[in-house]
């Protein structure tokens, strides 16, 4: 099967890779993975400035707790919202 006989699912032909948008969706994937990651820093370096804001519970163990748990549901979640809004 060449280049010329590929399809789209619209029934057009798709044309060869351009090394220039390939080039461009790399730099966007990594420059939001990248993005994503330093979100998750930043929230793990000030958890306990945000258990305090955010969860004020009669002790600090608790306030701390909320607050990773918290940032497990937002990393458990991150592959699932991939897998579905990747389809």
Known sequence: ??????????????????????????????????LEWFDFLIYGYFAKIIAQVFFPAGTGFVSIMLTLATFAVGFIV??????????
Do not use: H, K, Y
């Open 78 to 87: 991150r592959p699932i919202g991939g897998i579905l809004l990747g389809i």
């Open 1 to 34: 099967m060449n280049e010329a006989s590929l399809t789209t699912r619209d029934g057009g032909a798709s044309s060869a890779l351009n090394p220039s948008m390939v080039r461009r969706a790399i730099f966007a994937s990594v420059l939001g993975n990248g």
